[in-house]
């Protein structure tokens, strides 16, 4: 058989992890879907800890079939770099995907390869690498029995694939550092400070959510220069694309959003200069706004153009 077992290997995982997973999987039950699990480890006297303490979300730009997903790796990277600002204890322990869409049972020798090269790779800082993997869907009340998982672990150096049994995998109550909306444990109290930055700005996180699923394009960025922003094309009415940059100002207690056009069209240049001196108090709200005058601008502009021509 493929997979060995091993007494090594401890494997802790919070509840709010696995209620992200498993809402993901809801999202895709069709398509796989995955994302990185991020967390610490210690290994004494070759025995292996494992603590998950946060899961990445697949990414604006992850690619999904029935039998297949890519993840955002770009996008993956960045969140990483910005937690790891906060948490530099902070891992890549491995990746979560899902298997029920397909029926496969295990990890899918393309998977196995893949995950082989990885804790391998130079790259890789941890010596292993975890994968969890999700192959059936239940119908259950109980949120955290929604969906079977198997986890596996790959070794550097080592060819063996180890499955964890059921023993090794202890579910607690911890809070997650990633995703940021994570509800505290009410056992557990909240305790970190509120000048955190990832958590400081829980309106990223919708931002996030909103830019993602309607406009596909506008992606999120930061550079040391202009910090936080957002920018890409966005559709109008008439089947054109502007260029938006959405800026994020962190600097007061609520930080506000201003939006540019770049390189407007003749039709839009005066709104453009009137919109980029407006305030915002989220990144959705700016580019919300912004559609909605270009679209209004634009309905005007073709309205008067029709008269024009039915007087022609
Ligand atoms: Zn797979």
Redesign the pocket.
């Known amino acids: 058989m493929k997979f060995h077992t091993t007494d090594k290997v401890h494997l802790f995982m919070p509840k709010a992890a696995l209620t992200t997973v498993f809402d993901e999987c809801d999202e895709f039950d069709r398509d796989?879907t995955g994302g990185r699990v991020i967390g610490t480890f210690e290994e004494q006297r070759g025995k292996l800890a494992v603590r998950v303490t946060g899961i990445i979300e697949a990414g604006p730009q992850a690619r999904r079939s029935a039998v297949?997903?890519f993840q955002d790796g770009a996008y993956q990277e960045q969140v990483f770099r910005r937690i790891e600002d906060h948490h530099p204890e902070i891992e890549h322990l491995g990746n979560w995907?899902?298997?029920h869409v397909n029926g496969?049972q295990h990890?899918?020798d393309?998977?196995i390869e893949t995950y082989s090269r990885t804790v391998n790779h130079p790259n890789h800082n941890a010596p292993f690498f975890y994968a969890l993997?999700v192959t059936a869907k239940h119908r259950s009340s109980d949120p955290l029995g929604r969906y079977t998982l198997k986890h596996y672990i790959f070794r550097r150096g080592d060819e063996r694939i180890y499955e964890l049994r059921r023993h090794q995998v202890a579910v607690v109550d911890a809070p997650l550092i990633w995703p940021a909306t994570t509800k505290p444990n009410h056992d557990a109290p909240d305790s970190r400070p509120q000048s955190h930055g990832l958590r400081a700005n829980p309106n990223r996180v919708y931002d996030k959510d909103i830019l993602s699923e309607f406009y596909r394009g506008v992606r999120p960025f930061s550079s040391a220069k202009l910090g936080m922003y957002w920018r890409g094309p966005l559709e109008l009415l008439d089947g054109s694309h502007v260029e938006v940059v959405l800026l994020e100002d962190s600097a007061a207690a609520n930080p506000t959003y201003t939006v540019t056009l770049r390189e407007p069209p003749a039709a839009l240049k005066s709104l453009a200069e009137e919109i980029a001196n407006v305030e915002f108090p989220s990144a959705r709200a700016a580019l919300i706004t912004a559609e909605r005058s270009c679209n209004r601008a634009l309905y005007r502009q073709y309205g008067e153009t029709r008269r024009l021509d039915f007087s022609a």
């Open positions: 796989e297949s997903f995907h899902t298997h496969l990890l899918s393309g998977d993997l």
